[in-house]
């Protein structure tokens, strides 16, 4: 055994090295990509909520944004950014003038995967007294890897020429069809901002409300021609 390694020493030597450089190596690359991880976070025009409430008697509709934790689109970016969740999600909306870009209202978002902020007062869930904690607890999400949840954005009347923007604090105005006076939107079109923050990051970006007649049925989020809301706005 002295003499094998007595006579092969320079390549026992070379082995080790080559090992440890290997290991360093790859813990190198294993600590780079721990840290530049991230969540690969795309937001679309969601759902369109349709239906007809006991107490309002008439079509309504309720739009939301969808967001997804999407796979990066090349191997490349898989391999170096990895597939990490969206942790502690909250969404900002703007409703804004689409010709001044004005402020008309902005609020924290409603993710509509979360419970109502209710506390029931029967068998329905759908009925009883406002819970500020749990509508506080609605504007924080995680979002998975390939995940994808909702945001809701604005509720319409068939009917009304105009339109409310909706969240969690829009059931205190349960009793007036959630219509929150300082996020009514009187008619009309308008431009609507998203902003996301999660543990890791930030996200802006632009659409429209259209809302160009009475009906529900043509109440609709689309994407705005300039999504990059820096140069929009």
């Known amino acids: 055994m002295v003499d094998y390694l007595f006579q092969n020493w320079q390549t026992l030597i070379r082995d080790l090295l080559f ?10 690359i294993a600590i780079y990509r721990d840290n530049k991880a991230k969540p690969n976070l795309v937001v679309e025009p969601g759902s ?3 239906g007809i409430y006991d107490w309002i008697k008439k079509p309504s509709r309720f739009i939301h944004l969808k967001v997804t934790n999407q796979k990066w689109l090349t191997w490349w970016e898989n391999f170096w950014h990895g597939v990490k969740p ?13 010709q001044t870009k ?3 209202c902005s609020f924290q978002g409603r993710w509509s995967s979360t419970p109502q902020p209710l506390i029931p007062s029967g068998p329905n869930p759908n009925v009883g007294h406002f819970d500020p904690a749990r509508a506080m607890s609605g504007e924080i999400e995680n979002i998975l890897p390939e995940e994808e949840k909702e945001i809701s954005v ?3 009347i068939e009917g009304d020429d105009g339109f409310v923007g909706f969240n969690n604090w829009s059931y205190l105005w349960s009793k007036e069809n ?3 006076p300082e996020w009514w939107v009187k008619d009309g079109s308008v431009l609507l901002k998203v902003t996301l923050w999660w543990d890791s990051g930030k996200l802006e970006k632009c659409f429209v409300i259209s809302n160009e007649q009475k009906t529900t049925k043509s109440f609709h989020i689309e994407n705005y021609p300039n999504q990059n809301c820096k140069e929009t706005l």
């Open 86 to 98: 969206a942790l502690f999600c909250k969404a900002k909306l703007e409703f804004l003038e689409p």
């Open 48 to 50: 369109l909520a349709d």
């Open 19 to 28: 090992a440890v450089l290997g290991a360093w190596i790859g813990a190198a």
């Open 102 to 104: 004005t402020l008309i």
């Open 178 to 180: 959630w219509k929150n």
């Open 154 to 156: 604005a509720f319409k």
